[in-house]
């Protein structure tokens, strides 16, 4: 294996010897309690099926509008590019430009990018651009916030339900979906990804 | 967990672990800064000009803070009555007066709170590492840990206005907008993301320079000895 023999806390600086542990352990440091590592191996095919899962999902999310208002007669779908468009419209483009960058931007290229990366990787191909791509990815992790969006959603039905009538449409679940797909995906360890192209590029 | 006695810092070994990729490399004749053999990004005992980034980021923030909670961050026009305007903190008292008491604290804390706590937290941190002080070194470590983790949340009220303002456009009857203090707000979010990920917890564990270098040299060679195959071509 790939294991290293040591392993440094990245919160503390301290070294310790890598002990090998038992499956699903999680090692902590001793000093500042920080997570080290888990003996979780990486699944290259549960990977790209919750990669391709989300990526569909995304997309249906982003097609189908998330919520319904009814007032009177009048009826208004919202889907995240309404939001994003309405946002613009009335002159707050920054507020745009954020919710449109961590919702849809952000986590489509995190998708893309674990295919990317994921795929060759699966059939033993080289990536292109492996290093590259990998370094975004880790740089997009933070920014990606389809989670604070969907309880986002939950806040304005409720504010919104004592005006009109309001109905959640199958966006809202996709986005609901999206949170659980992208939150499995990014649990997985990045630096495991390296330790298996290193090994597979040496080998 | 094994592991006891003296802990033994990277620093004193002179190794580091790739912050991009996780390799371990023997900084031998490169000097900080070089790149990973693996990854290509650069090698760094601990995060470059922490200190003055951290403050600047942190300093906006506070100032930004001001106008995001005084300003409005949302117009409502209804028929037959005037605009109403609402600040984050309206906002969570109408969901409160709407009967929503789970969702307005909520709210409260993603919006008022965490920001305000933030704020505060990381100056804390970055006062007591700038004055190396070795107090509740464990629980500062656990502290940045907890604010890294719940950061993103506050940009909650960003996507409720946004959403609001998408769904309300009924030209005669009723219409809702954002308004600056959203603005303000989503800049408080993401200049105290960026502060807070711009902060090196290393820097809570180096201690004043005379206490350094207190473990037993036996020890340290043993680790030492583990790190050189790790580093060039590890299996």
């Not at chain 1, 499956?23 to 920080?34: E, I, K, N």
């Not at chain 1, 509008?65 to 919202?78: K, W």
């Not at chain 2, 906006?60 to 909670?69: E, F, K, M, Q």
Request: proline letters at 5%; one cysteine or more; charged letters at 15%.
């Amino acid at each position: 294996m790939a294991n290293h023999a040591i392993v440094i806390c990245e919160h503390c600086d301290a070294v310790f010897q890598r002990p090998v542990l038992a499956p699903g352990v999680l090692a902590r440091c001793t000093r500042c309690d920080a997570p080290l590592y888990r003996n979780r191996p990486l699944d290259l095919d549960v990977m790209l099926a919750l990669a391709l899962t989300a990526l569909i999902v995304l997309v249906l999310a982003n097609v189908f509008p998330i919520v319904t208002l009814q007032v009177s007669n009048t009826e208004r779908e919202a889907t995240l590019w309404g939001a994003i468009l309405a946002t613009y419209d009335t002159g707050v483009a920054f507020v745009a430009l954020l919710a449109a960058l961590t919702v849809f931007f952000f986590p489509l290229l995190q998708i893309l990018l674990y295919l990317h990366v994921l795929l060759p990787m699966r059939w033993g191909l080289r990536t292109a651009g492996f290093r590259y791509s990998m370094h975004v990815l880790r740089a997009m992790q933070p920014w990606s916030m389809v989670e604070v969006f969907v309880l986002g959603v939950l806040v304005a039905v409720v504010k919104l339900a004592g005006m009109a009538e309001v109905t959640p449409q199958l966006g809202m679940w996709g986005f609901a979906l999206l949170t659980v797909l992208l939150t499995l995906l990014n649990s997985f360890d990045l630096h495991q990804l390296w330790d298996i192209a290193q090994e597979r590029c040496d080998g | 967990m094994a592991e006891s006695g003296p802990i033994v810092t990277a620093t004193e070994l002179n190794i580091v672990a790739c912050s991009a990729c996780g390799q371990v490399v023997k900084l031998g004749a490169e000097r900080e800064g070089a790149p990973c053999p693996r990854c290509a990004a650069p090698l760094r005992h601990r995060k470059r000009n922490v200190y003055s980034r951290s403050w600047a980021l942190l300093i906006s923030a506070s100032i930004l803070y001001v106008p995001a909670n005084l300003l409005p961050i949302m117009r409502t026009r209804t028929i037959g009555g005037a605009p109403r305007d609402d600040t984050i903190l309206s906002g969570v008292v109408e969901l409160w007066t709407a009967g929503s008491i789970d969702l307005a604290i909520i709210v409260f804390v993603a919006s008022i709170v965490v920001p305000l706590v933030k704020i505060a937290t990381l100056a804390m941190l970055l006062i007591t590492a700038q004055r190396r002080s070795s107090w509740a070194r464990r629980g500062r470590a656990r502290i940045y840990r907890i604010i890294e983790f719940v950061g993103h949340w506050s940009m909650l009220d960003i996507f409720v206005v946004a959403l609001m303002a998408a769904l309300v456009r009924f030209q005669t009857l009723a219409d809702i907008t954002p308004r600056p203090g959203a603005v303000a707000f989503g800049a408080v979010v993401v200049l105290t993301m960026l502060a807070s990920r711009r902060f090196d917890p290393r820097l809570i564990w180096d201690a004043a320079p005379a206490a350094a270098s207190a473990a037993p040299i036996d020890e340290v060679h043993a680790v030492a000895a583990d790190a050189a195959p790790a580093s060039p071509d590890q299996a």
